[in-house]
């Protein structure tokens, strides 16, 4: 996956500004994908500069300008051909599983209680993912809702379903960390 692949897919529901784009990201912070600020002007000049995307400088009151980002057929294509395309599983880097694997190394309270602090994060994952799964499925979030405009209308319940689908994978994988975890703390309470 890749940052440009990111942003071609939100700017596919609707032309942005790098603000609106930084916005989404940051106010998304449990999506899919995350980017930071650093990432993501550099990002939109690579794409604009590759056709991926125009960029269309607009005034917003008396002075102020800004650029707003539109995808292109160029970049539209590009994005098809990767949704579409199958992909190797990317290298695992999972910084709380390498923690997990030196448990022996520190006292089991204090694995237990790293144990429990992860159980509670994946169970507000499960809650946030939940939450928008169900805005999904109701289209009541604003990218949806932009997406959907551009969409005929016989196709708006496939792309919800599909979306939301999404979400119930997380939410299956966040589930599967924290019975994972309550599996640990079981452990470590038979060695105490």
């Keep these: 996956m890749s940052l440009q692949h990111a942003l071609l897919g939100v700017l596919e529901a609707r032309p942005m500004n790098g603000y609106e784009l930084t916005r989404f990201f940051e106010a998304a912070p449990r999506w899919v994908w995350s980017a930071p600020h650093s990432q993501i002007y550099p990002a939109l000049r690579r794409m604009e500069q ?18 707003v980002y539109s995808i292109t057929e160029r970049g539209l294509e590009e994005l098809r051909a990767w949704v579409g395309t199958d992909h190797a599983a990317a290298p695992v880097r999972d910084a ?76 299956a994988v966040a589930q599967a960390r924290a019975d994972w975890a309550r599996e640990g703390l079981r452990l470590l309470a038979e060695d105490a």
């Design 50 to 67: 590759a056709g991926l995307i125009e960029g269309r400088q607009e005034i917003r009151g008396t002075k102020l300008r800004r650029m």
């Design 96 to 171: 709380f599983f390498l923690k997990a694997l030196f448990f022996d190394m520190i006292d089991p309270q204090r694995a237990a209680s790293v144990l429990r602090a992860h159980i509670a994060e994946q169970e507000e994952l499960i809650a946030e993912w939940r939450a928008h799964r169900e805005a999904l499925l109701d289209r009541d979030t604003d990218l949806l809702r932009e997406r959907l405009r551009n969409r005929p209308p016989a196709e708006h319940d496939r792309i919800a379903t599909l979306k939301a689908h999404v979400f119930a994978g997380q939410i």
